[in-house]
């Protein structure tokens, strides 16, 4: 599974690179993901009780919240949002 993502990562980056960039990346690629094993994970969504736009911005403030958005931010985010959907 290693190589697969490794060599479809070198072929994304083809068109940006040149032919020794490419052999450099895939190079540092492998050095890095030798001897790892990557295993897929289930990323089903699990039901919050939370339906419509509640959900959407809780989930738009908590991404805001992983990028280290101060609560001060946070809130007026949240206040902004809620004065919108009011007015709409």
């Known amino acids: 599974m290693v190589e697969k993502i490794l060599e479809k990562i070198v072929n994304e980056m083809s068109p940006h690179l040149d032919q020794g960039q490419l052999e450099h990346l895939s190079n540092v ?13 289930c990323m089903e969504s699990i039901p919050s009780g939370l339906e419509g736009d509640e959900a959407k911005v809780r989930m738009f403030i908590a991404s805001k919240k992983a990028v280290n958005r101060q609560d001060n931010t946070l809130k007026q985010y949240t206040r902004e949002i809620r004065d919108m959907d009011e007015r709409c």
Not at 29 to 41: D, T, V
């Open 29 to 41: 690629l492998y050095i890095n993901f030798h001897g790892l094993e990557i295993q897929e994970q």
